[in-house]
T-cell receptor, first 116, second 109 residues
Framework: GAVVSQHPSRVICKSGTSVKIECRSL??????MFWYRQFPKKSLMLMAT?????????EQGVEKDKFLINHASLTLSTLTVTSAHPEDSSFYIC????????????FGPGTRLLVL | QKEVEQNSGPLSVPEGAIASLNCTYS??????FFWYRQYSGKSPELIMS????GDKEDGRFTAQLNKASQYVSLLIRDSQPSDSATYLC?????????FGTGTKLQVIP
């Protein structure tokens, strides 16, 4: 069964609005979660690392003021795309590492964002 | 140089054949290696993880790792049409996982 959930699975919004995406780890705690973005026929690009109890770590070129990340609890991280524009349309996927010793990432089902 | 390189394909194999997917990486300190399968419009699904040199088998899947050559591969035996997907190679180093662009596999019935 799924170990990481995401909500919503699909969202369509108008340009200039903000969109919040939730990522939850199911039946395990995740002090760290990862947010990726994937454009069509491209690989996953890590956007940021969400850390429970501290600020997120953003990858180079990712605007922290545009992509707000909040790791509210040990099972929930949220990504808010603020003032979304059409170029933000993409497939957003979160993941959480689960395991002992070696990290194995489990991915959420993804959120497809379309900004009109 | 890309950190993780894969041939984008498509790689076409007949049903029942062995599909061989390859991946090279540039960072010698990488410790953990993963293969993910991604169907169109879906998120990646972990198939195999491998941490030490040699082969690791799980059902129809075999992962092979050669750290000296910085090379990791995935063999799929008795390929099925349901195996048609994009296969992503992922490499972990410095607590960060980097993905290749993926190889598209087509299994022809």
């Amino acid at each position: 069964g799924a170990v990481v959930s995401q909500h919503p699975s699909r969202v369509i919004c108008k340009s200039g609005t903000s969109v919040k995406i939730e990522c939850r780890s199911l039946d395990f705690q995740a002090t760290t979660m990862f947010w990726y973005r994937q454009f069509p026929k491209k690989s996953l690009m890590l956007m940021a690392t969400s850390n429970e109890g501290s600020k997120a770590t953003y990858e180079q070129g990712v605007e922290k003021d545009k992509f707000l990340i909040n790791h509210a609890s040990l099972t929930l991280s949220t990504l808010t795309v603020t003032s979304a524009h059409p170029e933000d349309s993409s497939f957003y996927i979160c993941s959480a590492p689960r395991g002992t010793g070696k990290e194995t990432q489990y991915f959420g089902p993804g959120t497809r964002l379309l900004v009109l | 140089q890309k950190e993780v390189e894969q041939n984008s394909g498509p790689l076409s194999v007949p049903e029942g054949a062995i599909a061989s997917l390859n991946c090279t990486y540039s960072d010698r300190v990488s410790q953990s290696f993963f293969w993910y399968r991604q169907y169109s419009g879906k998120s990646p699904e972990l198939i195999m993880s491998i941490y030490s040199n040699g082969d690791k088998e799980d059902g129809r899947f075999t992962a092979q790792l050669n750290k000296a050559s910085q090379y990791v591969s995935l063999l799929i035996r008795d390929s099925q049409p349901s195996d048609s997907a994009t296969y992503l190679c992922a490499v972990e180093g410095y607590q960060k996982v980097t993905f290749g662009t993926g190889t598209k596999l087509q299994v022809i019935p």
